[in-house]
């Protein structure tokens, strides 16, 4: 399996696919500080060769504002599982695609403002992203 992370300050969206990585699934979205705990116990059960996380641009190509805390997340990932190659992937334009995505579905009002929704649809986004780039 391919793992994809939307990492965010609040929430981190997760996606992954198939053990064959041709389908890619929305995971979950958990709130930031618990991520480690979430993916230590995802890892004893998911065996897991790649991690792609969302590496967070400005339309122009500029580092976003919390492009140093993805990189020192992306460091420690790969730190803690050196057996996991670890690799940014460009994520401009996921949470508009997601919300589109949301809209298009035809889900109420009330689920187009899930935020957890729209980080889990994300990661599934960049990971799709990431994998038509193979």
């Given amino acids: 399996r391919i793992l994809g992370i939307d990492y965010g300050t609040k929430r981190t969206g997760l996606s992954a696919t198939d053990p064959l990585q041709i389908i890619v699934s929305g995971v979950n979205t958990i ?22 996380v969302g590496e967070p641009l400005y339309p122009d190509g500029n580092p976003a504002q919390i492009h140093h805390l993805v990189i020192g997340f992306s460091r420690k990932l790969q730190k803690k599982y050196p057996n996991i190659e670890v ?44 994998l038509g780039h193979l």
């Fill in 31 to 52: 709130p930031t500080p618990e991520i480690f705990e979430y993916l230590k116990n995802y890892l004893k059960t998911e065996e897991v060769e790649k991690i792609v």
């Fill in 87 to 130: 690799v940014l992937h460009d994520e401009r334009f996921t949470s508009e695609a997601a919300k589109a995505v949301i809209f298009n579905s035809g889900a109420k009002k009330k689920k187009r403002r899930d935020k957890g929704l729209v980080d889990k649809i994300s990661a599934v986004l960049i990971l799709q992203d990431y």
